[in-house]
């Protein structure tokens, strides 16, 4: 049996299938009341009945109304607001749909008053029944037309339509409806995944004990500069910008985070610099993909702008690596470094 406030099959990076699921719920709960209605016509209700009754009030009392939230106020209206030679079509779907929410709530508004006085009575007189039904009935038609309108024309006219920053604004104000945070968007899955990649190869570098494998460590080199670069040149910098040319309070510090993990790419490298690389990402990669880290943040900060971050961080260019260099002025410009970034170079052996 499906439970309220069970796991959907998708999560609200993909607010669109979230919105499909829901109806499989709404169909789920509908038979219900149908069944039971027909199964008992009024009378006693045994205390599978009078359980499988009162799940599904809940559902239309609390969930069914955060999902016809979802769609007029998250995702029809940004459909009316887009651009798109599909956008009449799909604004004129939703137009339909949401006369037609009028309607369902009111028959849901009239069978919950109806089954509440069962539950509470005990039995319903053979009138109130009969209204009962009538009003499941006719539920049961308008979902019939209304539920694939949205799953097979409108959903599918949508994913043409709207954008990446669209879609993520949508998941975030779904989840934000149930209280839970959101899932991830497409900016914090590009870098978290290479923050993967990176870890990845650094592993690899010193898979073999005392040893550090070059290639993997040039591999990773490359790959590091290029996402401090796109952090700094594209990410941080959009982030300011919607704050109105604020940085972000933790930039400062992702900054020098930044400056110590630069430095310490200059000297050929050593095991004592590779565990001090390891211990600064630790640390930062924390503070960028923890809840309502630094990628959240940045997304939810630029909004309708998310596409625009995202192709600029895909189109990123590869940063010029040059060869190592040794000497004391290295190792005493990256000790400086790292101390700046509140390390202690001395504890970490360098």
Not at 3 to 28: T, W
Not at 120 to 144: E, F, N, T, V, W
Not at 255 to 273: F, K
Request: hydrophobic content about 45%; overall charge negative.
């Amino acid at each position: 049996m499906i439970q309220i406030g069970a796991p959907l099959a998708h999560d609200f990076s993909d607010p669109l299938s979230v919105l499909s699921d829901c109806h499989r719920r709404i169909e789920h709960f509908l038979s219900v009341l149908v069944t039971v209605t027909r199964q008992s016509r009024g009378g006693a209700l045994d205390s599978e009945q009078r359980d499988a009754l009162q799940v599904s009030l809940r559902y239309f009392a609390e969930a069914e109304p955060m999902h016809t939230a979802d769609e007029e106020e998250s995702l029809f209206p940004r459909l009316r607001a887009a651009h798109h030679a599909q956008a009449p079509a799909a604004i004129a779907i939703a137009n339909r749909l949401t006369d037609e929410h009028r309607n369902v709530r009111a028959h849901h508004d009239r069978v919950a008053a109806l089954v509440r006085r069962w539950l509470d009575d005990d039995s319903l007189p053979s009138d109130a029944i009969g209204d009962l039904a009538k009003d499941l009935d006719a539920l049961a038609a308008i979902y019939r037309r209304h539920i694939p309108t949205e799953d097979e024309e409108l959903l599918a006219l949508a994913r043409g339509i709207l954008s990446a920053g669209d879609v993520a604004i949508i998941g975030r104000e779904m989840a934000a409806r149930r209280g839970v945070t959101p899932s991830p968007g497409p900016v914090y899955r590009l870098l978290a995944d290479d923050h993967v990649r990176l870890d990845a190869l650094l592993r690899q570098a010193v898979a073999k004990p005392g040893e550090i494998d070059r290639a993997a460590y040039a591999e990773f080199r490359k790959g590091l500069l290029k996402h401090i670069g796109m952090e700094e040149k594209i990410l941080l910098p959009a982030a300011q910008k919607a704050r109105g040319g604020e940085p972000l309070p933790i930039a400062g510090k992702l900054r020098l985070d930044h400056g110590a993990l630069a430095a310490l790419l200059v000297p050929t490298p050593t095991l004592q610099i590779v565990g001090t690389i390891r211990t600064i990402l630790t640390a930062h990669n924390a503070v960028e993909e923890g809840p309502g880290g630094v990628y959240c943040e940045c997304e939810r900060l630029v909004g309708n702008d998310l596409d625009a971050l995202l192709a600029g961080l895909r189109a990123a260019p590869e940063v010029p690596v040059h060869p190592h260099v040794d000497g004391e002025l290295v190792v005493n410009a990256t000790r400086r470094a790292v101390a700046r970034a509140g390390y202690d170079p001395d504890a970490l052996h360098l």
